[in-house]
């Protein structure tokens, strides 16, 4: 498969624009309990997770075998993906993926108009 530069360049801009200003919005509980539907595009790397990390990156391996599912869901018109992708909404706009980024990886590069996500309200400081 191979990973283009445009790609990976476009992870490197994502980790800058929440690098210094991860401000999560809160969401009401209605927002929480339905999985949603949105475009991979809005979605975002976490500058946290080590799929964002220049020495661990991205695993080529499992992105691929998630394109293979992508494809034979296309194919048999199944949902995409059985476990949603995680994420939350972001005070300065978008959504950071907080489980799941290999399957967005596979999501964008497969041009998958949809994804399903569920929304969660960030932790706390200092616990719950």
Not at 18 to 39: F, G, M, P, Q, T
Not at 95 to 115: C, D, F, S
Request: hydrophobic share 40%; net charge positive; charged share 30%.
């Amino acid at each position: 498969m191979g990973w283009n530069k445009d790609f990976l360049e476009r992870i490197r801009s994502d980790i800058e624009t929440y690098k210094d200003r991860r401000e999560a919005a809160r969401v009401n509980i209605l927002e929480r309990l339905i999985v949603h539907k949105l475009s991979p595009e809005v979605l975002k790397p976490n500058p946290d997770d080590e799929f964002t990390f220049e020495n661990i990156g991205p695993n080529e391996r499992i992105i691929e075998s998630y394109c293979r599912v992508v494809r034979r869901c296309n194919m048999t018109g199944d949902d995409i993906f059985a476990e949603p992708i995680i994420i939350q909404k972001m005070n300065i706009g978008g959504y950071m993926i907080l489980n799941g980024h290999h399957r967005w990886a596979a999501a964008l590069h497969e041009k998958v108009p949809k994804v399903r996500v569920v929304v969660v309200n960030p932790r706390r400081k200092g616990g719950a």
